[in-house]
């Protein structure tokens, strides 16, 4: 049973449109969510991450928006750069007993940004 | 950023050997490292947690006699994938834990390797 769901695998758009990249969740207890994006053969890295108590996170191009109602979160990047492509992994924070977190990740979403 | 490596980048081996993948944090020091493994066009799926001087957590389904992880130091974890087989090629990332983080940056958040990408023939 999969907790974070992203349904699309791919998205392509047009440099300096905005990309969207959704991402759905089913545990309630989740603390933060986080976006990373990885190239291939390479590790993730750190994007972007939210509070579950917040529903707006900005940093430069990139905003996470939260909506705990509906349990779903959008990454939303504008506008868009070519560099921007690459495999977007959605990932939640949660607690897994002791004094551990683990982070439970989507499948990822390929965003192919066109010049 | 905090760096994390990972030592082999990549790794062939024939089916019944013992591999050894390290995974060292290089400007921090992690009580807490994570071992993950990928496989095509699936999610990062959780091996085990590693505390630093105590055994390791697995997650449900991962055999700890076969996947063997020791965190002996605050800078270092190894996983030794013991006879491994061909269903054990996979990529393997490791993370490790800068915990404490203010301004945004997410609780307990993650440094990832670089991978490894594990053959075994």
């Known amino acids: 049973d999969q907790q974070v769901k992203q349904n699309s695998p791919s998205l392509s758009v047009q440099e300096g449109r905005i990309s969207i990249l959704n991402c759905d969740y089913t545990n309630s207890m989740f603390d933060y969510f986080l976006w990373y994006k990885k190239y291939p053969a390479e590790g993730p890295t750190f994007l972007i991450s939210i509070s579950s108590i917040k529903d707006k996170n900005e940093d430069g191009r990139f905003t996470v928006f939260l909506n705990k109602s509906a349990k779903h979160l959008s990454l939303h990047i504008v506008p868009s750069q070519p560099g921007d492509s690459a495999v977007y992994f959605c990932a939640a924070l949660g607690y897994s007993g002791g004094s551990n977190y683990k982070l439970t990740f989507g499948k990822g979403t390929l965003l192919t940004v066109n010049p | 950023g905090a760096v994390v490596s990972q030592h082999p980048s990549r790794v062939i081996c024939k089916s019944g050997t013992s591999v050894k993948i390290e995974c060292r944090s290089l400007d921090f020091q992690a009580t807490t490292m994570f071992w993950y493994r990928q496989f095509p066009k699936q999610s990062l799926m959780l091996m085990a947690t590693?505390?630093?001087?105590?055994?390791?957590?697995?997650e449900q389904g991962v055999e700890k006699d076969k996947f063997l992880i020791n965190h002996a130091s605050l800078t270092l974890s190894t996983l030794t994938v013991t006879s491994a087989h061909p269903e054990d090629s996979s990529f393997y990332i490791c993370s490790a834990r800068e915990s404490g983080l203010a301004g945004g940056k997410g609780l307990n958040e993650q440094f990832f390797g670089p991978g490894t990408r594990l053959t075994v023939l």
């Open positions: 590693s505390n630093e001087g105590s055994k390791a957590t697995y």
